[in-house]
């Protein structure tokens, strides 16, 4: 007789209990603020200076004393230029200076109008300007410290950088960062069905052969997760040839990713080649694609690799990892915010059948602004999630018909 099936685990159980063993990696790298781009900061960032360092003006123009300009049409001699990258001296009253965007704004003037307000006479820069238009105080002037104050922590530690928190990062004179080390991360399928493109063409290819797709996404998955990649293949499917890859890849990695027999068949190896090095839990996840998962720990000289093993389905695979392995690898390298973000948007399609588990239905948008369903939800149809620009978030239970609102994950929330 069977033992009873285990009730399947919530997803967000499934993710606490993952996270709960994700401790950042130790060890830290200095990389350069120009290569630091999809890093995630190991240590934060505080501003020695104000941003902008001084007073500047943000348009070009003239800066002049409020109360020498009270109406319309006044008439001032041009005492100074200032370019941005120069200092000009305190402007005398009743005269006005030539400025430029970015240039320090000269003591003693406290309004810049723009030059299309302003008529040079005699069409010199430096002779005298007419004023027409009446400035109000702190007109067109950044002050100082009004993006930035001194002393302000700018960037947080596990802030994953992105071209803005470089640019940032460069504006308080910041060239190298201290960044968490990458993840080694080493990834296999399993399947004596699968084939390599280009090992063999479509029209020599063995009966039950396919062409092994997980590999090339999950990949790419990781590499843009920051991680460094070693790829082991397909290893057969043989319990010694399991052991000895999993042996191999455990002694310099992070994590070992695998693809496929994670299931109960007889030809499934991973669960008992694991617990022969280690220790493995399998779970039976309540998400629509991809219920099989598993998380385990093989031993190494010092401390363990993590293990975890998607199921072989391609959609199943793709979407336990953008939801169960992507927040683990930035938990790993200290991000603690590592939820993807959801957005109420219009369903204009009908989904008829609720199912037990919790669903991700690959949709995109519209021209109408609404989502449109692929028509094979199937989780061995990656057409759905080439096709699709994310998934509707569908709870167990849950049918859905036109004019709903239902949550939406963005692909670039899951993939990023």
Request: some cysteine; proline content about 8%.
């Amino acid at each position: 007789m069977r033992p009873p099936m285990k009730p399947l685990k919530p997803l967000d159980e499934a993710l606490a209990d993952l996270l709960g063993h994700a401790v950042p990696l130790a060890g830290a790298d200095t990389v350069t603020t120009f290569d630091a781009d999809g890093r995630v900061l190991a240590q934060e960032c505080s501003s020695v200076l104000h941003v902008p360092p001084q007073d500047n003006s943000s348009m070009d123009g003239y800066a002049v004393r409020c109360a020498d300009v009270t109406a319309s049409g006044a008439e001032l001699p041009v005492s100074q230029r200032i370019a941005a990258g120069s200092a000009g001296a305190p402007l005398q009253p009743g005269t006005a200076a030539r400025i430029f965007t970015g240039a320090p704004v000269p003591e003693g003037a406290d309004a810049v109008l723009m030059q299309e307000d302003c008529e040079a006479l005699d069409g010199l820069e430096e002779g005298r300007v007419r004023i027409n238009a009446v400035p109000r105080p702190g007109q067109w002037i950044r002050r100082a410290g009004e993006d930035i104050t001194r002393g302000a922590v700018v960037l947080q530690a596990g802030t994953r950088l992105t071209p803005a928190e470089l640019g940032l990062a460069a504006s308080i004179g910041l060239h190298q960062l201290q960044v968490a080390r990458r993840p080694r991360v080493a990834l296999f399928s399993t399947g004596d069905e699968l084939v390599m493109p280009g090992d063999v063409p479509p029209e020599q290819m063995r009966p039950g052969a396919i062409y092994n797709s997980n590999r090339f996404f999950l990949r790419a998955m990781l590499l843009r997760l920051g991680c460094e990649v070693t790829d082991f293949g397909i290893v057969p499917d043989r319990r010694d040839a399991t052991i000895d890859a999993l042996r191999q890849a455990g002694a310099a990695h992070d994590l070992i990713l695998t693809s496929g027999g994670v299931s109960v068949g007889e030809e499934d190896h991973i669960k008992p080649a694991v617990q022969a090095l280690g220790t493995l839990d399998l779970w039976q996840i309540a998400m629509k694609p991809g219920k099989p998962f598993a998380y385990g720990q093989i031993p190494r000289e010092k401390g363990s690799a993590h293990f975890m093993g998607l199921p072989g389905n391609p959609v199943s695979s793709f979407l336990t990892f953008a939801l169960l392995v992507r927040p683990f690898v930035l938990r790993l390298q200290g991000v603690q915010d590592v939820a993807p973000q959801s957005i109420a948007v219009r369903a204009d399609f009908t989904w008829p059948k609720a199912d037990k588990r919790r669903e991700f239905l690959r949709v995109r948008h519209n021209a109408m602004g609404g989502l449109d369903l692929f028509n094979n939800q199937s989780s061995g149809v990656l057409t759905s999630a080439a096709w699709g620009d994310g998934v509707v978030d569908n709870p167990a239970g849950q049918t859905i018909e036109p004019g709903d609102t239902v949550q939406f994950i963005a692909f670039s929330e899951l993939l990023s």
